[in-house]
């Protein structure tokens, strides 16, 4: 990012000469100069490689034979234990960094000529002394790379400082940089390469003896060789589903596509991305903005959105976890709003790191899926450091340092040394090359050239580090962007593979431009190229957010037809056409069938909200039964959904509608069949833009039968509810609450069925089912099919408790094997979860349950209608507060004097809940009494003596075999769900009535242990069927967990 702080002065310095007399500032401060007078230059006085030389001096142009300074001369430190003398003053460059032999010095000046531009003289250096006679050489080998000093001269028996300023480069090997460690003297180096901190120690001098000396370059694998095109983002896949359930005794299913997958909970996470300045600026209000009208947009919808915040500098810091976007977290003194808007971090600029703080905030959260999470940066797309080793913030702070002046006496990892280095005005960040495109392969191509050969630690270095202080290597003085990886150049790098990275994970990625100041093409031409070539705004993003589809996306669905998983042929047709719906955010909209002569033979409904205008439809479905063509030519069965709408991330669009197997099979077995062969979306984002096309997934189902496999035989079903029989004469007899797959041979002509009550029932109705079609043929005792409606069709038989006759019975109040009917006002069908584990994964069986828990857990277990009409987030208790999450749960039960409070002005939420309040909460569920005698030893005179009789006579809750009820012991969360599962009904007779993809949970994996069957049957929506007699059941399918997210707050 750029420093501030440049002076007019500094900017429209256009071609700096970099010596000993322009002094060189921090990255905090200009480069400046002293202005010559008019009609001058300035002559300069190089020591080269010697202090003390002569002050820089002005001269007025077009002077010659001007008399250099010979009065002032410099002094040099010995080299190589040899003394070194002054020789006078040279303006060739030949003579930088090197010192002569006696009778090898070149000619030097006293006096020069000066034309228009300013000058620069060096100090030539020359042995005092003759060589001595005892000298080797000292050979420098690369050790497999390039680049090495030439040989030198030495003298025996002596310690010489080996080169330190030329290195040696290596190419990549094994995927991976190699980088120079130093030089080493042992041969054992040869031809390896060392893992990073197994390396040798390398040497700066050595003492050489009478013999010629070799040293060694030292070689250490450095970071994976990056790839030089960041990866490409996967092509975009909508959020759909698509559903079907199972089949029904008369092979009918209800097919749903959901846009967005209903099956997800809808809550997305956004993470802003900020470089350290942008918090001051006005693009954080625009930010807030949008989050407001976000957030109004979602309210009531049960979907919600996450906001994090990450700040970057050199390093980054989260400035806000992600918090539920609400009007309190944005408004002033929020933790929104403090994220965005309060500075957290200072010193340099590193946006790869503010990317992989991001990138580690969204995949921590595991509860939303990546394609609803959004990263925004905001930046002016300067950055000039980045993180080495593993890439995350422990990593080391990195930055590319180059040489600008001749003598090296200071060196630059920042943007003023980026800028003077491509010929720019110090500030002025031009593009390299002339365009983005030429200016990033260029990049590219030098990050995989350099590796990190010019990178160093910039905690050590610092933003332009000199004398002692400079790392070496570093790019050599006259290299630019085009030719090395600077500073800039090399953090940007890193920023867009991370980027990549982000969005090869299924994040949706913006980057806004922060920067309204006209000297930084450089960042304007990396956003817009993180944008693809856009330039984007809040409003474009906001759309991008809230809507999945925008009008003029469209759905094709074809019907099921083809080969089951035997080889089998098969077909579903569209049944009850009539029946078809779409909702929106689980409103159903309404529907008008609209005639059409466009495609005879089709049938289309249009939908729409409230009142229809104009004709203009929300949606328009056309039926296209088989043979029919519709504008593309397709014949098959089809539907089109034409979307004429945005479609909004919040609140699924979801088109339902019914099919029927035309032709299921006979023989005994179990088949697989999808619903469909194929539906198709062509989506059309918030820009107009239309997408390449997805495919829904495809359902499919199975079913089986059950007969003897014989297919000279009509296979039709019998279902018997309650205790009676229905006998299928000449073939078999169907038992009480049983169902069968009844095989009646051919040339029946006609089948006979009479209908048997067992004593105390009595027959209610019959009905048969025949091609999807159920007639109620009422309480007839004997009834006649033709032959060739019995395939596929169902009888069903339906006996109920004859209350004017049959034997009363008595008998003990004893809780009986089998509980007693489920209340009214709790579900019993639906078999859904109704307890999740812990955030530790565990589900803690022996863990005593709270009141709050148990007020939440009956809540949830109400019927649907029941819940609705009672629902209220209000309620009279002190400690009861209307963001906890029991809240509305325990404000509904309570208004349904289900649950009481401790006393009128408290409940007491968190406390455990004990065995005799919870079998009082199940009682009150039933409107009836007791009037018998205790059931267990402990409870007489207890105050809930007569709510725990009254559910143990329903077979709700059960004692201990001492024949005690422990009424003021707390109850376990095993314990609970045991009695919770009695009152439901919800019996699994052993670990074979489960179903393998079941919720599981590793404090649960015992199938021994007492309470396994509870824990499971209260932890998986399942579906199941009874045994004959209705008491236990088996699982035949798992079903998704149910969501309460919504329960959590009403508004």
Not at 30 to 35: G, R
Not at 297 to 310: C, E, F, R
Not at 720 to 749: L, R, W
Request: hydrophobic content about 35%; overall charge negative.
């Amino acid at each position: 990012m750029r420093e501030k702080g440049q002076t007019e002065a500094a900017k429209t310095l256009e071609t700096p000469v970099f010596s000993r007399g322009i002094e060189i500032l921090t990255e905090k401060s200009p480069i400046s100069k002293k202005e010559p007078v008019e009609e001058t230059v300035t002559l300069t006085y190089d020591a080269n490689g010697g202090t003390g030389a002569p002050e820089t001096a002005t001269v007025n142009k077009n002077t010659e034979d001007y008399v250099l300074n010979t009065d002032t001369t410099p002094t040099h430190e010995p080299v190589d234990g040899r003394d070194v003398e002054f020789k006078g003053w040279s303006a060739d460059e030949a003579v930088i960094n090197q010192v002569y032999e006696k009778d090898n010095v070149p000619a030097t000046v006293t006096t020069i000529d000066i034309a228009e531009e300013n000058v620069t003289v060096y100090a030539v250096w020359a042995y005092k002394e003759e060589p001595p006679v005892g000298t080797v050489m000292l050979n420098y080998d690369a050790n497999g790379g390039t680049g090495a000093p030439a040989s030198a001269t030495v003298n025996k028996n002596t310690e010489v400082t080996l080169d330190s300023t030329t290195t040696p480069t290596h190419a990549e090997a094994d995927g991976k940089y190699v980088t120079f460690a130093g030089w080493s003297n042992d041969e054992a180096v040869k031809g390896v390469i060392y893992e990073k901190g197994s390396e040798p120690m390398p040497v700066d001098k050595m003492t050489v003896g009478e013999t010629d000396v070799t040293v060694y370059a030292v070689w250490v694998y450095g970071d994976p060789v990056d790839p030089v095109d960041p990866p490409e983002p996967p092509t975009w896949d909508h959020s759909k589903d698509k559903t079907a359930t199972e089949l029904d005794n008369n092979f009918n299913s209800r097919v749903t596509l959901s846009l967005p997958s209903a099956e997800k909970e809808l809550v997305s996470d956004v993470v802003f991305v900020l470089d350290k300045s942008s918090c001051k600026k006005d693009v954080t209000n625009n930010a807030l903005e949008m989050l407001a009208d976000l957030g109004a947009s979602v309210k009531d919808t049960g979907a919600s959105i996450k906001v994090g915040a990450v700040q970057f500098a050199g390093r980054a810091v989260v400035s806000c976890e992600l918090t539920e976007l609400t009007d309190e977290a944005i408004a002033e003194g929020g933790a929104i709003h403090n994220g965005l808007k309060t500075q957290a971090t200072s010193g340099g600029t590193n946006l790869q790191a503010g990317l992989l703080e991001a990138q580690k905030m969204l995949e921590a959260d595991k509860d939303v899926e990546d394609s609803r999470k959004y990263v925004i940066v905001i930046t002016d797309g300067l950055t000039r450091q980045f993180l080495a080793e593993d890439g995350t913030q422990d990593g080391t702070l990195m930055a590319i340092y180059n040489g600008l002046d001749a003598d090296g006496g200071r060196v630059w990892g920042s943007p003023s040394g980026w800028c003077v280095a491509n010929g720019f005005v110090d500030g002025v960040y031009g593009i390299p090359g002339g365009d983005w495109d030429t200016y990033y392969a260029a990049v590219k191509a030098n990050v995989a050239k350099d590796g990190n050969t010019y990178a160093h630690d910039y905690d050590v270095y610092g933003s332009t580090p000199e004398g002692e202080n400079i790392p070496v290597p570093y790019v050599p003085q006259g290299e630019t962007s085009l030719t090395h990886a600077l500073c800039l150049d090399r953090a940007i790098y890193e920023a867009d593979k991370v980027y990549s990275e982000l969005e090869a994970a299924n994040y949706h990625c913006y980057a806004v431009f922060a920067d309204d100041s006209t000297t930084n093409e450089l960042g304007k031409a990396f956003v817009e190229y993180l944008n693809d070539g856009s330039v984007l705004d809040f409003d474009m993003i906001q759309n991008d957010i809230y809507y999945l589809l925008d009008a003029g996306s469209q759905v094709v669905d074809i019907i099921g037809q083809g080969k089951d998983d035997k080889g089998n042929d098969y077909n579903f047709d569209v049944v009850n056409l009539e029946n078809m719906t779409i909702t929106v955010g689980g409103v159903e909209l309404n529907k008008v069938k609209i005639q059409s002569d466009e495609f005879p033979g089709s049938t289309t409904y249009g939908f729409f909200e409230g009142e229809i205008a104009d004709g203009k439809y929300d949606f328009v479905v056309t039926y296209y039964p088989d043979g029919v063509a519709d504008a593309d030519g397709e014949t098959r069965e089809h539907f089109v959904w034409s979307i004429n709408v945005p479609v909004g991330n919040f609140a699924p669009a979801q088109f339902s509608y019914d099919v029927h197997l035309t032709n299921p099979q006979k023989a005994k077995g179990e088949y697989k069949v999808e619903t469909n062969v194929e539906a198709v979306l062509t989506p059309v984002d918030s820009n107009g833009t239309v997408g390449s096309t997805e495919t829904f997934p495809v359902p499919e189902l199975t079913y089986e039968v059950k007969g003897g496999g014989s297919t000279t035989e009509h296979l039709m079903t019998v279902i018997v509810e309650g205790k009676g029989n229905v006998v299928v004469k000449d073939v078999q007899t169907v038992g009480a609450n049983d169902t069968e797959v009844v095989e009646i041979p051919f040339g029946v002509e006609k089948q006979k069925f009479e209908m048997e009550a067992a004593d105390g029932w009595k027959l209610d109705k019959v009905e048969v089912t025949i091609n999807g079609k159920t007639e109620n043929l009422g309480d007839v005792d004997k009834y006649e099919m033709d032959e060739s409606l019995i395939d596929g069709a169902v009888l069903k038989a339906v006996f109920v408790k004859d209350n004017d006759g049959g034997s009363g019975g008595g008998g003990s109040h004893r809780p009986n094997n089998k509980p007693d009917e489920t209340p009214e006002a709790l579900n019993g069908d639906d078999h859904f979860d109704y307890v999740v584990g812990y955030s530790d994964g565990l589900v803690h069986p022996e863990r005593n349950i709270t009141r709050a828990e148990v007020a939440s857990i009956f809540f949830r277990l109400l019927q649907d209608d029941v819940r609705e009409k009672n629902l209220t987030d209000q309620n009279p208790f002190n400690d009861v507060f209307t963001d906890d999450w029991f809240n509305v749960a325990v404000s509904t039960m309570y208004d349904m004097d289900i649950v009481y409070g401790r006393d009128n002005n408290n409940f007491d939420p968190n406390a455990y809940i004990t065995r005799a309040e919870f079998a009082a909460i199940a009682a009150r569920f039933d409107s009836e009494g007791y009037s018998g005698e205790n059931l267990f030893t402990d409870i007489d005179g207890h105050w809930a003596a007569n709510q725990i009789n009254r559910a143990a006579e329903k077979g709700w809750i059960s004692g201990y075999p001492d024949g005690t009820f422990g009424p003021d012991r707390y109850i376990t969360r095993a314990e609970a769900v045991t009695m919770i599962n009695r009152v439901l009904n919800r019996l699994p007779e052993s670990a074979d009535a489960l179903h393998e993809d079941m919720n599981v949970f590793p404090d649960n994996m015992d199938t021994t242990a007492w309470y396994y069957l509870a824990i499971q049957e209260a932890t998986s929506s399942h579906e199941y069927e009874k045994d004959k007699d209705g008491v236990y059941e088996t699982w035949t399918d798992v079903l998704p967990d149910r969501d309460w997210a919504q329960y959590l707050k009403l508004n």
